[in-house]
């Protein structure tokens, strides 16, 4: 494995070599491509016509098998209506079996829901594969890119309001000087 530090930002070298800098992905990459893409997605993909309408329908809300799905499936907003789906959904424990079975039952719903799913979840890239390393969720897409989940699942999981706004609160708090005083 490579681990490079990401110490050649200040780029002091003499110009004219064709040094890559190790904090750059190289062009084309999968990283820069997913960041690409995923920049695209929840900024909302141009063209304002109606049928560029990504929104679920609403007799068929997503089904999610893992809150990180909801976060990610969130981020993406229709260029026309914004928001697609009702939040929050609801997410419970789903077996393996189930969640295997989850692409074909997508496949007899309507194309404008699977639409809306694709445009979260283009399926070159996914579904993705999960690892866990070091506590810490990632998930493995298609091209080989890894998205840190774990942070994601925390923020949507259900009923974690509090565990939320105290995290804000702490994070506020130490984002101030290190001040004994509350
Ligand atoms: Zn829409």
């Known amino acids: 494995m490579i681990n490079k530090p990401l110490s050649g930002m ?48 609403e007799k068929e809300q997503p089904f999610f098998c893992e809150p990180y799905e909801e976060e990610i499936a969130a ?7 914004g928001d697609r789906f009702q939040q929050p959904a609801y997410v419970m424990y ?3 079996w189930r969640r295997e079975k989850e692409p074909a039952r997508r496949q007899r719903l309507s194309p404008q829901h699977q639409k809306a799913w694709n445009a979260s979840f283009p399926p070159e890239l996914w579904p993705a594969e999960e690892e866990m390393e070091g506590g810490k ?8 890119t890894r998205l840190l989940a774990y ?9 974690t309001s509090s565990i939320v706004s105290t995290l804000g609160r702490a994070a506020g708090s130490r984002a101030g000087l290190e001040n004994p005083v509350l």
């Open 151 to 159: 942070e994601l699942e925390v923020r949507a999981s259900a009923a």
């Open 75 to 81: 981020k993406v907003k229709c260029p026309l209506h």
């Open 10 to 57: 200040g780029n002091s070298k003499p110009q004219g070599a064709t040094v890559l800098g190790p904090g750059d992905f190289p062009l084309g990459s999968p990283e820069s491509r997913v960041a690409a893409r995923l920049r695209l997605q929840s900024v909302g993909v141009g063209g304002e016509l109606p049928s560029d309408c990504i929104c679920f329908p």
């Open 94 to 96: 789903v077996s393996k």
């Open 137 to 144: 969720l990632f998930l493995r897409l298609k091209d080989g």
